[in-house]
């Protein structure tokens, strides 16, 4: 066990890679959107790990999720109404909820 305070080194290994001024910009941008250093974000892509989903698709996603939960649950007092109309939209309504959560995921 090293001494509190000195500084053990993860990755000893560094390899050198070049890349364009807009190549530059556009990892640091993903790596900011995903929450991570840009260290860990190109680990992560290079290795294939946890899928990298930027933490506002992230957060978007489980909002969508909360929203159609309270939908469903809505379903049986609009259900008692007996008007048929509004079923329709509350279930065109969850369907377009699904959708953008699908889109969100496979974008990511």
Known sequence: ????????????YRH???FS????????????SAGLTLSAYLRR???GGRPIMARTDDQTTRELRRIGGLLKHNFETVRATGRREDLEEMNR????????????????
Do not use: C, D, N
Not at 4 to 12: A, F, H, L, N, T
Not at 21 to 32: D, I, K, N, S, V
């Open 1 to 12: 066990m090293k001494a509190k305070g000195s500084r053990e080194i993860r990755y000893p």
């Open 16 to 18: 050198t890679v070049r």
């Open 93 to 108: 309504t969850l369907w377009a909820l699904r959708q953008a959560i699908e889109a969100l995921i496979h974008t990511a």
């Open 45 to 47: 892509r290079l290795f």
């Open 21 to 32: 001024e807009a190549e530059e910009a556009g990892l640091r941008e993903q790596a900011t």
